[in-house]
């Protein structure tokens, strides 16, 4: 019978299995065990409004058999089963949620390569039965349908498809366990013990018995009728055995379920090749009697910020898996979270589209979402390390939401907010910021530049920190309109460093300030003329204290806001609208030793001006990280000076 190809992708990952080093291969079992549950967790569900099933919750279970003589090891569910065509396009692609692609770059990007990091890291599924086997029979007969098929493939030159049969619903899988080779110990694979500890070790919490018939030995009874010189002897019997304790974890008292213990229920449950951050216990009695485990993830999925992306946790009602993805259990901001609850208040008859709307989800929900919250500022507060990654992982999708509909949502996230300071700490809350606030000091001072040092050098900074304040970096266009939304904190008000009143001033300071401005009228008029369109306007400044120059705007169309703007139209190709550039505000420090030469030169020698104000006009863009339009043109302008 001819041989179906494998899908290429398929194949890599296929052949990455059976030539695989990698020292932990022991983990298929957990694959294949996992996969069984997962089947049988469909057909109970089904079972709940289909009468035809005619198997109780008590009936489903997975069975292990190794058989040494055969050296096959046979992995048995009566789940949901595969028809023929899912038996095709389960087991001849790949289909897991992530690409194998996606998964080498990524374990290239963290610094590693090679099959092991993608094996241990992310786990492998159904393929990874080929590290221990040089050949995979799969039976497999869908529930509600009379046929059995069978898959059938000895690894990379293809599969076969053909007929078979079986008694009832449900997916056999026998593996021909490899020879044992150099330093490969495969015979364990079919020991009872290995297996009754692989289980322990990794299957412990699957939710349905996993049996297997251990063979054991004990001691003959004396017969009757034995004399006095019997001397006894052994004899073996079998007797199945549930190998797995078949307790979740999240149904346990919470003392038992410890940081390792729910870490490792993390890593096998949701994939997961990291430890979380945290973790969350629920067991609610009341109104809507409960119990939920969630986790915070170290990192973000990769397609988090896609369409595609969908959150949710798992929701189970009396040991049933009722959906697999429940959205309605998490507010929007926290779609990442992973977890599991387990209810019998909702209703197990109501169809999925009606979940939605059961009030006992939203009761759920807004407890979840309160317990969240708690836990991360926890981590902020005590593991200001952990939460900056956090915060990097996850912090652009909670600013969106903190913005979106108008900042309806803000008040559940304004204290996980983080933005980048110029404190030591160098990410703060905003709390933070005002718990630290100077005797006397009236705003909350932000500067737009990419990071936190940068925004620290600004010219226009200098004064603000000379006075001891601390200064956040809005280090995107989306940053200061989070800001704007948010409003104040503790009732302090947000200040920019541009603006001209961001330190009060006295009167005198004001009129010697429009006094100065009105000496260098004749200056200022001669430098914006010099600079022509470049720049909107030209003044003396108030904000500088020993820099010469600095670059701020007018309008609403901020330098940020501009840079943004450009990096999108180069994206999409599309011109910079007018609307869209920054009108530029040149200012000049008039107690600066380069105001007085550029005003000597404005009476001594016009040319020598016009350099002097081209010059500062280029600084000023250097300084504020706006690119220079001509670079070796500014390079000679300098030179020129220098004779
Ligand atoms: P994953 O489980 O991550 O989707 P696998 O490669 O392990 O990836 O399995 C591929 C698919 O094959 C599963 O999604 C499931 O639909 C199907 N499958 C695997 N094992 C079984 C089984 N024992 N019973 C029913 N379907 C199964």
């Known amino acids: 019978m001819a041989k179906k190809q494998f899908k290429a992708e398929s194949k890599r990952l296929l052949d990455m299995m059976i030539n695989s080093i990698y020292t932990h291969k022991e983990i298929f079992l957990r694959e294949l065990i996992s996969n069984a549950s997962d089947a049988i967790d469909k057909l109970a569900y089904a079972a709940l409004t289909d009468d035809k099933v005619g198997l109780s919750r008590s009936d489903f279970a997975i069975w292990l058999t190794p058989d040494k003589d055969a050296r096959t090891l046979t992995i048995e569910d009566n789940g949901i089963g595969m028809t023929r065509e899912e038996l095709e396009s389960n087991l001849g692609t790949i289909a897991k ?89 495969y015979d364990q694979f079919l020991s009872q013990y290995t297996l009754q500890s692989l289980v322990k070790k990794y299957s412990d919490y699957v939710r349905f018995p996993i049996k297997m018939a251990m063979e054991k030995s004990r001691q003959t009874e004396k017969p009757a009728d034995a004399g006095d010189d019997w001397k006894g002897g052994w004899e073996t019997y079998t007797e199945i055995e549930t190998l797995n304790s078949m307790v979740p974890l999240w149904q346990r008292p919470k003392n038992e379920i410890t940081p390792e213990a729910a870490a490792e229920f993390y890593k096998s449950k949701f994939g997961d090749y990291e430890e979380p951050l945290g ?88 407890n979840l979402e309160k317990k969240i919250r708690a836990e991360l500022l926890k981590i902020q507060k005590d593991k200001p390390q952990e939460y900056a990654r956090f915060w990097r992982e996850f912090g652009l999708l909670l600013k969106y939401s903190a913005m979106n509909s108008y900042g309806a949502n803000k008040e559940n996230l304004r204290e996980l907010l983080m933005f980048p300071t110029t404190h030591e700490s160098g990410l703060t809350s905003l709390k933070d910021y005002v718990s630290r606030m100077a005797e006397g000091q009236e705003y909350i001072y932000y500067a737009a530049a990419d990071d936190a040092a940068q925004a620290g050098k600004l010219p226009q900074s200098e004064r603000v920190l000379a006075k001891g304040y601390e200064i956040l970096c809005t280090a995107s266009s989306e940053d200061e309109l989070l800001l704007q939304i948010l409003g104040e904190q503790d009732g302090k008000k947000f200040k920019s460093v541009n603006d001209d009143d961001a330190l009060p001033q006295s009167d005198e300071e004001k009129q010697a300030a429009e006094k100065q401005a009105e000496d260098a009228k004749a200056l200022l008029d001669f430098v914006k003329e010099t600079l022509g369109d470049k720049v909107h306007a030209v003044r003396t400044s108030r904000k500088l204290v020993s820099h010469p120059v600095c670059m701020t705007t007018e309008g609403p169309v901020t330098l940020e806001m501009e840079k943004y703007f450009k990096q999108q139209s180069q994206l999409s190709g599309m011109e910079v609208g007018a609307g869209m550039t920054a009108q530029r505000v040149l200012e000049l420090n008039p107690a600066s030793p380069a105001f007085a030469a550029l005003q000597r030169a404005f009476e001594t020698d016009k040319d020598k001006a016009a350099k002097y104000a081209r010059v500062l006009y280029c600084q000023a863009l250097l300084i504020a990280g706006l690119p220079l339009e001509d670079p070796a043109a500014y390079a000679d302008l300098v030179c020129s000076l220098m004779d």
């Not at 798992?314 to 959205?327: E, N, P, R, T």
Request: hydrophobic share 35%.
């Open 97 to 185: 949620s992530g690409s194998l692609k996606f998964k080498e770059e990524l374990a290239e990007k963290e610094g590693e390569k090679g099959d092991v990091d993608v094996i241990g890291q992310f786990g492998v599924g159904f393929y990874s039965a080929f590290m221990v086997a040089d050949k995979v029979t799969v039976t497999s007969r869908a529930y509600g349908s009379d046929e059995a098929w069978q898959w059938e493939s000895s690894g990379a030159d293809g599969y076969t498809v053909t007929e078979s049969a079986k008694e009832s619903a449900g997916t056999k899988i026998v593996l021909h366990i490899k020879e044992n080779a150099e330093g490969e110990d």
């Open 279 to 366: 973790y969350i216990t629920a067991n609610v009695e009341g109104a809507v009697t409960y119990k939920a485990l969630l986790f915070i993830p170290a990192h973000a999925p990769f397609d988090l910020y896609t369409r595609d992306y969908q959150g949710g946790l798992q929701l189970y009602s009396s040991g049933v898996l009722i959906m697999d993805k429940c959205k309605e259990l998490l507010p929007e901001w926290f779609r990442f979270i992973p977890g599991v609850v387990d209810t019998q208040d909702v209703s197990l008859n109501i169809s999925r589209e009606m979940l939605q709307h059961t009030r006992q989800l939203e009761v759920i929900r807004n």
